[in-house]
């Protein structure tokens, strides 16, 4: 069996934390109403989607707002 992954959900699809990067709360500090730690980074979905990060200041959102989970990785075939 493989082993699970860290992931979190954007727009319905499911993004690898390993192709993700936070950025800290200093670097968003000036950005008005984007305070805090975000998710950023372009990614492929376990879906197969491709993302690009869609905010310079604030990403795919806030850790808090979308905390990290592990999931199984789909099956190769």
Known sequence: MS?????????????PTSQLYISEAENNENQ???PGRHWHGNATA?????FTDPDRACGY???????????YPP???
């Open 61 to 71: 959102g806030t850790v808090e707002e979308k905390p990290a989970f592990s999931v």
């Open 3 to 15: 082993s699970l992954i860290q992931v979190i959900e954007y727009q319905g699809s499911l993004l």
């Open 32 to 34: 008005e109403g984007c």
């Open 46 to 50: 376990l879906d197969g989607k491709d």
């Open 75 to 77: 099956s190769q075939q």
